[in-house]
T-cell receptor
Framework: SQTIHQWPATLVQPVGSPLSLECTVEGTSNPNLYWYRQAAGRGLQLLFYSVGIGQISSEVPQNLSASRPQDRQFILSSKKLLLSDSGFYLC???????????FGQGTRLTVV | AQTVTQSQPEMSVQEAETVTLSCTYDTSESNYYLFWYKQPPSRQMILVIRQEAYKQQNATENRFSVNFQKAAKSFSLKISDSQLGDTAMYFCAFMLGGADGLTFGKGTHLIIQP
């Protein structure tokens, strides 16, 4: 069976510090991978998605970037965090043919 | 671009009652998928039910069912015999398919009262 791991669960970072959130999927090959952000009291917003190694599509311009160094690894990064980057970040995957998405446990990021 | 609208920020019902959550969406596409996700206090996103736009029959999953009105672009969720464990945020979501991500509504906070 397939599983998705996302870490850390909670993170408090000062403004201007770097960020690296990691997500890995087990039990499947060539998944589509996604990063979503959920701001307080709002729905989820798609940030990035990837259909393969090194292939990243960005949905919204922002202070964040994503990378996919391996087939089942998806990383969300920032060189310098802003207060507005605070939120709940969720990684998700789907089969290459879609359409159902499976979500990780999420990371609660607080920028102080 | 697709949009999803949930007009009920919060709803509260008594245990064992039936409740309906509303969702409308906007798209110019004819083939797509619609979802209802549940987010309990743990914040784990749990798929409740899925509907393919090409299917006329409304999807059902145990106590959960949808009323899919394609022409009206409406996709409501009905929860029958509500339980305390149904208390959560409920998100309606849209997907075109393939590698496309989900477009979410802002959610409805459902509270089941004992």
């Amino acid at each position: 069976s397939q599983t998705i791991h996302q870490w850390p669960a909670t993170l408090v970072q000062p403004v201007g510090s770097p960020l690296s959130l990691e997500c890995t999927v087990e039990g499947t090959s060539n998944p589509n991978l996604y990063w979503y952000r959920q701001a307080a009291g709002r729905g989820l917003q798609l940030l990035f998605y990837s259909v393969g190694i090194g292939q990243i599509s960005s949905e919204v311009p922002q202070n964040l970037s994503a990378s996919r160094p391996q087939d089942r690894q998806f990383i969300l990064s920032s060189k310098k965090l802003l207060l507005s980057d605070s939120g709940f970040y969720l990684c998700a995957w789907s089969f290459s043919r879609g359409p159902r998405a499976f979500f990780g446990q999420g990371t609660r990021l607080t920028v102080v | 671009a697709q949009t999803v609208t949930q007009s009920q920020p919060e709803m509260s019902v008594q245990e064992a009652e039936t409740v309906t959550l509303s969702c409308t969406y906007d798209t110019s596409e004819s083939n797509y998928y619609l979802f209802w996700y549940k987010q309990p206090p743990s914040r784990q996103m749990i798929l409740v039910i899925r509907q393919e736009a090409y299917k006329q029959q409304n999807a059902t999953e145990n106590r959960f069912s949808v009323n899919f009105q394609k022409a009206a672009k409406s996709f409501s969720l009905k929860i029958s015999d509500s339980q305390l464990g149904d208390t959560a945020m409920y998100f309606c979501a849209f997907m075109l398919g393939g590698a496309d991500g989900l477009t979410f509504g802002k959610g409805t906070h459902l509270i089941i009262q004992p």
